[in-house]
T-cell receptor
């Protein structure tokens, strides 16, 4: 059973470009969570999605950030017009519908904004 | 709302010594508690979790943690560490919603 997959593992963007981060949950998992880890900080919750629904986006910045989890395909975290402060590691986690207390994390995407 | 405080940002120890990584939390609702480990440039791996029942929880790699409700603590312990335990350890809580709230992490360095 493959774990949570994220790609790309490393992403470099120039200021003003768009970043798209993808997350494929574990098989059988329909819940996806995105977290951001800034340097020397712990992980901060961004958004919680189920298939085709955003359940909790209380941690998402109000502008430039969006997330989706379509019926088919991976979850996407999209950052428009990136700025240097967006440089961070972005982690995706997934859980089965019956066990939301156990989240399995992917290896992360490390975004660098030049 | 919940918050997590990991009291030590860095903990150096010698191989085969015991270690305790401290974690305190605050919450107005009942919480679940977790410890995760992060090796360099990798994702987080669940070490152990407390949901209910016995306050002493055993996890992988010989780690254990004790939930203390009166002190709102969930300290992580290992009686004898190995070089391979060198990593960053995160305490997290979950309460009232599915999101995890993490502490800032403790970097454990095991020296020979």
């Amino acid at each position: 059973n493959a774990g949570v997959m994220q790609n790309p593992r490393h992403l470099v963007r120039r200021r003003g470009q768009e970043a798209r981060l993808r997350c494929s949950p574990m098989k059988g998992h329909s819940h996806v969570y995105w977290y951001r880890q800034l340097p020397e900080e712990g992980l901060k919750f961004m958004v919680y999605l189920q298939k085709e629904n955003i359940i909790d986006e209380s941690g998402m910045p109000k502008e430039r950030f969006s997330a989706e989890f379509p019926k088919e395909g991976p979850s996407i975290l999209r950052i428009q017009q990136v700025v240097r402060g967006d440089s961070a590691a972005y982690f995706c986690a997934s859980s089965p519908p019956s066990l939301t207390d156990t989240q399995y994390f992917g290896p992360g995407t490390r975004l660098t904004v030049l | 709302a919940q918050s997590v405080t990991q009291l030590d940002s860095q903990v150096p120890v010698f191989e085969e010594a015991p270690v305790e990584l401290r974690c305190n939390y605050s919450s107005s609702v009942s919480v679940y508690l977790f410890w995760y480990v992060q090796y360099p440039n990798q994702g987080l791996q669940l070490l152990l979790k407390y949901l209910s029942g016995s306050t002493l929880v055993k996890g992988i790699n010989g780690f254990e943690a004790e939930f203390n409700k009166s002190q709102t603590s969930f300290h992580l312990r290992k009686p004898s560490v190995h070089i391979s335990d060198t990593a960053e350890y995160f305490c997290a809580v979950q309460g009232g919603s599915e999101k995890l709230v993490f502490g800032k992490g403790t970097k454990l360095t095991v020296n020979p």
